[in-house]
């Protein structure tokens, strides 16, 4: 079996957009969804953040190099 560990990374203000974006696709007003990234999403974000160093593959979204990069050993 493989256990292989994936991080995907993007820009965190775009990634804050998308996610307020799909707040408010939700239902709520755009203060809500603000509110709702500050008490939830902004936690979920640091906890995920400081699991990059785990991952076995990096994806990457948007910039210059965008893609898919290994990590090479341990």
């Not at 990374?9 to 990234?37: I, N, P, Y």
């Amino acid at each position: 079996l493989l256990d292989v560990k994936c991080y995907l990374e993007s820009d965190l203000s775009e990634a804050r957009d998308r996610v307020l974006a799909r707040h408010v696709r939700g239902g709520l007003s755009q203060e809500q969804a603000m509110a709702k990234f500050e008490v939830n999403d902004r936690f979920n974000t640091d906890a995920v953040l400081a699991t990059r160093g785990h991952a076995d593959v990096m994806i990457r979204m948007g910039g210059a190099d965008m893609g898919v990069h290994a990590r090479r050993g341990p």
